[in-house]
């Protein structure tokens, strides 16, 4: 007798690691620990410089123009790639659902030599120690708002004047608003205001 060959299954081509779902999942959960474990280092080593500069002069100098800067709500912040301005935060018209919100208006300046990334900067904002929800409009806008706007790149040197609403979750007449580059967190650059709404 003699035997038949079976025929030969086609091989399957792997997809390239990369176009696996499980792959890019894994690369966000890594880089969300490591930015974890850098956070809390920054606050770690914050801490620890924040009481050793008591006791020097220069220190002090320094920390006082830091606090004088985050107070004026104006600085740089990424290491230095983004120059922003807080300018405004203002109750404005009610969101999709009806609820109050604020108006925060705010300025970017792109000192990079490329162009930016809407994603190289975090703003929070907080009213009652809580972090306020983005807002979402239906027919009526705050004056000057374009949901578009944060999201648009800047050339090198460029300058945006961006209206940001936020959901209001209390009674209280201030927010608090921080900013600081969402990749560089070692640098350790902050700018933040408290704004009286009325």
């Known amino acids: 007798m003699t035997q038949q060959n079976a025929p030969a299954e086609p091989q399957q081509k792997k997809k390239p690691i990369y176009k696996r779902i499980w792959f890019w999942i894994l690369v966000v959960v890594v880089v969300a620990a490591i930015g974890g474990g850098v956070g809390s280092q920054q606050k770690n080593s914050t801490s620890t410089a924040a009481s050793s500069s008591t006791t020097s002069k220069d220190a002090a100098k320094s920390d006082s123009k830091a606090k004088s800067t985050a ?42 030599d490329k162009n930016s990334n ?27 708002y374009n949901a578009e706007d944060s999201m648009k790149e800047l050339q090198p040197g460029g300058k945006m004047t961006i ?23 070692s640098s350790g650059q902050k700018i933040a205001k408290t704004f009286k709404i009325q």
């Open 163 to 185: 209206v940001q609403g936020y959901v209001l979750n209390g009674d209280s007449t201030t927010v608090d608003v921080e900013v600081e580059g969402t990749v560089d967190l």
């Open 71 to 112: 107070a004026e709500g104006e600085g740089d912040v990424d290491n230095g790639n983004y120059h922003v301005k807080l300018i405004s935060a203002k109750k404005s018209v009610n969101d999709y659902n009806g609820k109050p919100t604020v108006a925060l208006k705010y300025e970017i300046t792109n000192k990079q």
């Open 118 to 144: 809407f994603l190289d900067l975090n703003f929070k904002v907080f009213q009652n120690k809580k972090s306020l929800e983005t807002a979402i409009y239906m027919d009526k806008t705050p004056e000057g």
